[in-house]
């Protein structure tokens, strides 16, 4: 069974910046999309950023972090890092990791990929 642990969450002022992992263990695959999804209390899941497995592969942003944020992986490996920059009180959230197919609909992949705890990110103004 794959197991999915993010780390990196925190509190941080307007303006700064924090980097987010996850990282995958159990019987992975180095075949999986991996991606950042998050979450504030009342509101369904949103979608952050994806990347597929494949060397050069497809990598997606939320409209609301394009520019702001960086996906990354290792290569061969199923670790997973989110660079955010530029952050803002609205980012303030939990984050989740999943793994599997990559894609926006959260609707979608909450059936079908498999997900972590999430971490917690604060924002102050």
């Known amino acids: 069974q794959v197991q999915l642990v993010e780390s990196g969450g925190g509190l941080v002022q307007a303006g700064g910046s924090l980097r987010l992992s996850c990282a995958a263990s159990?019987?992975?695959?180095?075949?999986?999309?991996m991606g950042w999804f998050r979450q504030i209390p009342g509101k369904e899941r949103e979608f952050v950023a994806s990347?597929?497995?494949?060397?050069?592969?497809?990598?997606d942003y939320a409209d609301s972090v394009k520019g702001r944020f960086t996906i990354s992986r290792d290569s061969g490996k199923n670790n997973v890092t989110l660079q955010m920059n530029s952050l803002k009180p609205a980012d303030t959230a939990v984050y989740y990791c999943n793994a599997g197919r990559q894609g926006w609909n959260y609707a979608v992949l909450k059936e079908v990929n498999i997900w972590g705890q999430g971490t917690q990110v604060t924002v102050s103004s």
């Open positions: 159990g019987r992975t695959s180095s075949m999986y999309d």
């Open positions: 990347i597929s497995w494949r060397s050069g592969g497809t990598i």
